[in-house]
């Protein structure tokens, strides 16, 4: 299996500061033939199911605000919020769908300082 | 827009069987993967697994000797049996849509808590 590390387990960032939330792939999701990164990121609030923010690594969803961006390529890759708003206060997820099984991310807790 | 529910008991007897089941509304059920995940209550995701709307499926290793997913297209459904549950079983439930060749989910239904317990 592919085991999904994420970090910092938490963060607390100020009104209109950066967040960034990093996820590490124990082996590349890196596809040589598609040249895209298998990885995608949700975010989840209090009651509600996750909803996907970015896929192939750094797609944005439609809707999704443009403070939310992924980067990143092989093994590790970033989420970054460019200016956090309150309504951001969230579990953030990556997960890889480069191999069965399907494999997440054990979370980062974002919230405002 | 395509909307997914999930429906089923939210509590099982230990030693029982689990079952879920999740319509799809907006859309039809073909030509798209349907996958069940899992949240223990305040942890993680789990992948299940998933269901091509022709009956193909794939199981996590970690629980394929107790799961079974299968697709009803006439009612636009698909199904969830997890068998000889234990508390550790508890969680809610969420079904979602992927498609064939880039497995991230969308949409995901608004899930069901399932409560393992005598």
């Known amino acids: 299996d592919i085991v999904m590390t994420q970090s910092p387990d938490s963060l607390a960032v100020s009104l209109g500061e950066r967040a960034t939330i990093n996820c590490k792939s124990s082996q590349s999701v890196l596809s040589s033939s598609t040249n895209r990164n298998y990885l995608a990121w949700y975010q989840q609030k209090p009651g509600q199911p996750p909803k996907l923010l970015i896929y192939w690594a750094s797609t944005r969803e439609s809707g999704v605000p443009d403070r939310f961006s992924g980067s990143g390529s092989g093994t590790d890759f970033t989420l970054t919020i460019s200016s956090l708003q309150a309504e951001d206060v969230a579990i953030y997820y990556c997960q890889q769908y480069y191999n069965l099984p399907l494999t997440f991310g054990g979370g980062t807790k974002v919230e405002i300082k | 827009q395509v909307q997914l529910q999930e429906s089923g008991p939210g509590l099982v007897k230990p030693s029982e069987t689990l079952s879920l089941t999740c319509t799809i509304s907006g859309g039809s059920i073909s030509f798209y993967y349907w996958t069940w995940i899992r949240q223990p209550p305040g942890k993680g995701l789990e992948w299940i697994g998933y269901?091509?709307?022709?009956?193909?499926?794939n199981y996590n290793p970690s629980l394929k000797s107790r799961v079974t997913i299968s697709v009803d297209t006439s009612k636009n459904q698909f199904s969830l049996k997890l068998s000889s549950v234990t508390a550790a079983d508890t969680a809610v439930y969420y079904c979602?849509?992927?498609?064939?060749?880039?497995?991230?989910?969308?949409?995901w239904g608004q899930g069901t808590l399932v409560t393992v317990s005598s």
């Open positions: 979602a849509r992927h498609e064939d060749y880039s497995h991230y989910f969308d949409p």
């Open positions: 269901i091509y709307y022709s009956g193909t499926t």
